[in-house]
């Protein structure tokens, strides 16, 4: 009986409360702390029929009910309910807060309970927590690209630090440098902005990428050659693009566990060409040769091989 009468507010929530609904609502959710559970429930199940009619092309892009579609929403309460209690009988709950770590060398493709798509880079750690009103990923360190499944109704936020990202059918990448953050958008726009800052949200169309910094935010355009080089990894490749060879160093530390180090005097040198993550020994002998250096190999203790690439 509570879950009928759950699905029923959260049919009539759905087209829009009155007043006088509001009011009744509020009075049944104070009758029995059971109420707002049930209520929860059938938000969610709601959720999961939305992102059904988007899936069947009853939507358009913009989340509208396509033409010969509306009368969905002329059901009102009554069908809508029932397509609900349904749902619940199935178990269609809130979505649960999870964890998800890779590590050094691994990226996995992982699908998300919504639909959307997640691709975690290597040495990345996400906190996934999806409710009735809200997709959320926390982006605790590293990276990953987002392929977004489509529904206004539940946004697609992404945390980094303070930075937020929200997106609704979009595909963008997020990495996480310490303090700082790095958005790339290769699909629609995304709205980014910082819960430190009054700023306004800034809106990010593909083909930009956005630097974000404490107290300051850069938006560009963004040439085919640097998204090549910027989400390269996708496809297990690191693509140098006048790269200096500590910034590419660095790169190859993040996919492999024996380590690689450059000598200061190298360091600012510029290396191009592009490598599979894990041939860090092939990437030592190319990049030596191109900066007139040599490479040299040791034993560290706790590290692991290091390889250095240091001056003849």
Same mark, same amino acid.
């Given at each position: 009986?509570?879950?009928?009468?759950?699905? +029923?507010? !959260?049919?009539?929530i759905?087209?829009?409360?009155? =007043?006088?609904e509001e !009011?009744r609502?509020a009075?049944?959710?104070?009758?029995?702390q059971?109420h707002? =559970? /049930?209520?929860?429930?059938?938000?969610?199940a709601l959720?999961?029929?939305?992102?059904?009619?988007?899936l069947? =092309? +009853?939507y358009?892009?913009?989340?509208?009910?396509?033409?010969? #579609?509306r009368?969905?929403r002329?059901?009102?309460?009554?069908?809508?309910?029932?397509?609900?209690? %349904?749902?619940?009988?199935?178990?269609?709950?809130p979505?649960?807060?999870?964890?998800?770590?890779t590590?050094?060398?691994?990226?996995r493709?992982?699908p998300l309970?919504?639909?959307s798509?997640?691709?975690? @880079?290597?040495?990345?750690t996400?906190r996934v927590? &999806?409710?009735p009103a809200?997709?959320?990923?926390?982006? +605790?360190k590293?990276?990953?690209w987002?392929?977004?499944?489509? @529904?206004? $109704?539940?946004?697609?936020?992404?945390?980094?630090?303070?930075y937020?990202?929200q997106?609704?059918?979009?595909? &963008?990448?997020?990495r996480?440098? =310490?303090?700082a /953050?790095?958005?790339?958008?290769?699909k629609?726009?995304v $709205?980014?902005?910082?819960v430190?800052?009054?700023?306004?949200? +800034?809106?990010?169309?593909?083909?930009?990428?956005?630097?974000?910094h404490?107290?300051?935010?850069a938006?560009? /355009?963004m *040439?085919p050659?640097?998204?090549?080089?910027?989400?390269?990894?996708?496809?297990?490749r690191?693509?140098?693009d006048?790269?200096?060879?500590g910034?590419?160093v660095?790169?190859f @530390?993040?996919? @492999?566990n024996? #380590?690689?180090?450059?000598?200061?005097?190298l360091?600012?040198?510029r290396?191009?060409?592009? &490598?599979?993550i894990?041939d860090?020994?092939g &990437? %030592?002998? *190319?990049?030596? *040769?191109?900066?007139?250096?040599?490479?040299?190999?040791?034993?560290?203790?706790g $590290?692991?091989?290091?390889?250095?690439?240091?001056? #003849?």
């Amino acid at each position: 009986m509570i879950d009928d009468i759950a699905c +029923r507010w !959260a049919a009539a929530i759905d087209r829009g409360l009155d =007043g006088d609904e509001e !009011a009744r609502l509020a009075a049944w959710l104070e009758q029995d702390q059971r109420h707002r =559970g /049930a209520l929860l429930r059938a938000t969610a199940a709601l959720g999961l029929l939305d992102r059904g009619r988007a899936l069947s =092309g +009853r939507y358009d892009e913009d989340g509208v009910p396509r033409r010969d #579609q509306r009368h969905w929403r002329r059901w009102g309460g009554g069908a809508l309910a029932a397509a609900l209690v %349904a749902g619940l009988g199935l178990g269609f709950w809130p979505d649960r807060a999870e964890r998800i770590d890779t590590r050094i060398g691994e990226i996995r493709r992982m699908p998300l309970a919504d639909g959307s798509v997640a691709l975690v @880079n290597s040495g990345t750690t996400l906190r996934v927590a &999806f409710t009735p009103a809200e997709r959320h990923i926390d982006v +605790r360190k590293g990276e990953a690209w987002f392929q977004v499944a489509h @529904n206004p $109704k539940r946004p697609f936020v992404v945390a980094s630090g303070p930075y937020r990202v929200q997106a609704v059918g979009t595909a &963008f990448d997020v990495r996480r440098e =310490g303090e700082a /953050a790095r958005v790339v958008v290769t699909k629609g726009v995304v $709205k980014i902005w910082s819960v430190d800052s009054a700023d306004p949200p +800034r809106r990010v169309a593909a083909g930009e990428w956005a630097i974000l910094h404490p107290g300051r935010m850069a938006v560009r /355009a963004m *040439a085919p050659q640097a998204s090549d080089q910027q989400l390269a990894w996708r496809e297990g490749r690191i693509v140098l693009d006048d790269m200096t060879l500590g910034q590419a160093v660095a790169e190859f @530390n993040r996919y @492999n566990n024996d #380590q690689l180090e450059v000598a200061p005097s190298l360091a600012g040198r510029r290396v191009v060409g592009w &490598f599979r993550i894990y041939d860090a020994d092939g &990437f %030592a002998a *190319a990049s030596a *040769a191109m900066v007139g250096g040599r490479v040299e190999r040791r034993e560290a203790p706790g $590290k692991g091989d290091v390889t250095r690439i240091v001056p #003849q």
